[in-house]
């Protein structure tokens, strides 16, 4: 992990504004004020199990994945993109440490916005406050469409569906992260895979 000095807080602030809520050049100004721009290696854990989460990550470019281990196995709960945001969303709000880790899959820049400053700033400027509910309310929906997926479709419509939702993702993660996300084995994987190419 490195703190980078970055001239381009300004455009993330934009980039958030208009993805979540509109803001006045002051709102923009104070949002921008909180943003700290982080880099990741490759590979590189950005959260470990144990860790309290106490931000929420913006990613600018780059792609990670957030895990967790089941009777000795990995399990992929999430896999996120450039211009998404990641968070471990019960350590952040309970302040405990998080069974889930995070890592970078490739080379990545981050924008974290600390919870703490978030919700100070969000007391005093109503479009912050909007944006706030906003990432919530993306994360809980994107929770549910990933749940749904794994209860009610079949190997190869998960499969579709993701690629539908998340095309980027396809291309650029691991096939066994992906395999493990949609909760089948990457054989099963590679199966569904290539019956969809002769589709």
Not at 9 to 20: G, N, Q, S, W
Not at 72 to 85: F, I, S
Not at 137 to 155: G, K, M, P, W, Y
Request: with cysteine; hydrophobic share 40%.
């Amino acid at each position: 992990m490195k703190e980078i000095v970055s001239t381009n807080t300004r455009d993330i602030a934009r980039e958030l504004a208009r993805r979540y809520s509109t803001m006045t050049h002051e709102e923009l100004d104070v949002l921008e004020s909180i943003l700290v721009p982080i880099k990741y290696a490759k590979g590189e854990l950005v959260l470990k199990e144990g860790d309290v989460c106490r931000q929420f990550l913006y990613i600018d470019k780059g792609l990670m994945r957030q895990f967790y281990f089941k009777h000795g196995k990995e399990v992929t709960e999430h896999l996120a993109q450039d211009h998404t945001v990641v968070m471990c969303i019960e350590s952040l709000f309970k302040e405990e440490p998080t069974h889930l880790q995070v890592e970078a899959l490739e080379p990545t820049i981050v924008y974290a916005l600390p919870k703490a400053e978030l919700e100070r700033v969000a007391l005093h400027n109503v479009n912050i406050q909007i944006l706030y509910r906003k990432i919530l309310e993306e994360s809980l929906i994107q929770s549910q469409v990933h749940a749904d997926l794994v209860r009610f479709e079949t190997a190869q419509d998960r499969y579709k569906k993701m690629c539908k939702l998340m095309p980027q993702v396809v291309l650029r993660a691991p096939l066994v992260y992906i395999a493990s996300y949609l909760q089948m084995t990457p054989e099963t994987l590679s199966r569904v895979r290539a019956s969809t190419l002769l589709d």
